[in-house]
């Protein structure tokens, strides 16, 4: 996959003015267990973020109009035919779209992050996303024969299991016959539909989601700047000091180690146990762009630890002293990545079956990362481990 947009988080000038050091309240920088960093440190790894979450939600935005006209397309050109060739071009534009938000995956902070364990945390991430714990192909096929996402109160009468890039990617790829039991009821109506029926409602539903979609990253981009504003004018921040915005970052980051290395890749792989059926855990198996996806996370981790050119996680453990551990955390991530892209076109179910060897492979790059995040470099900056980490040896 192109991951030209990728490769531009590396650039600083486009992280200028939007950091998130720059909306927290002058504090005392006391980190968990009473040990402190200078406050002008913290912010070289702090200001680059906001910039780059600003960056790529605005990016998504993009994608996602690209993708709705896209799909007007298949629209229109179903009221005369099949709309194959439409379709196709729709799942290409779906997977770019795809591609930003699993690096949005590992920025997690603020509204966007979990309400349970996130300062500021309004789960507005399961809102466009919300795999794995809310995935249901047969929940999008009942809505796609109940034909009702137009009703104003859709996206608040449902669960998270009817929308967002899971139930469009199920929308877009997958066969044309209902994964329903026949319990569930909806045989005859999706028979009735006929495949021009399905693929019609499937297009009109699909374009539906990625509005909802659209309207969420903006919400997004407009509360980060909204928080940027007032606290500039009222010195208000969600954080209560910069070493807490230091710690969210990190806790962010850790998605690459509970979801990237657990969820994506040992469960399927039976190196632990599933927390939900593993046959359902693999990531875009519609798709077949699991690879691609562990890909992207591994991208926008390295770009939040080099921040730009000179700034970032990177450059506050140079001037700690601890030049080595950011060369060690920038070469496995940079080595995870090129083992990753390698094995892109390959559907990570067959990899794990065909050849465990590069699976296995994969897996232990990552965890090479994650060793490293949940060690040294959160030893050296007085991090604390996410608690829902803890106790994890995996």
Partial sequence: MDRTAGSRLGNAALFAGLGIAAILQPAACDAPGGASLPEESIVLALDPVGGLIQQELEQFSSD?????????AWQLALEVGDGVT???????DFLVAMATWQRLE??????????????GGEDLRDEVYSWPDAVSGCRVDTETVEAVWDEADFFTANLVNSYGLDALEHLLFAPLSTECPSQVGIDAQWTALGDAGVRANRADYARALVAHSDGIATELATRWQAELTTALIEGASPWASRSEALNEVYNALFYL????????????????????????????????HSVSWIAENLVATQAVVRGGESDGFDALLTELGHGDVAVALDTAITDAIAVAESMEDQPLDELITANPTA???????????????????????LLEIPSE???DND
């Fill in 64 to 72: 996602l109009g690209t993708l709705d006209a896209s799909l007007e």
């Fill in 86 to 92: 439409e379709q196709q071009a729709a799942q290409a």
């Fill in 257 to 288: 180690d509970l979801a990237t290395k657990d969820r994506k890749l040992a469960e399927p792989m039976g190196l632990r146990d599933c927390t939900l059926d593993c046959t359902l855990l693999v990531e875009s198996g519609l798709s077949d």
């Fill in 106 to 119: 590992m920025l997690q902070i603020g509204p966007a992050a979990s309400s349970l364990t996130a300062v």
């Fill in 389 to 391: 980490a803890a106790g």
């Fill in 359 to 381: 699976a296995t492979e994969l897996y232990e790059a990552v965890q090479l990362v994650t060793d490293l995040l949940s060690g040294d470099f959160a030893t050296v900056l």
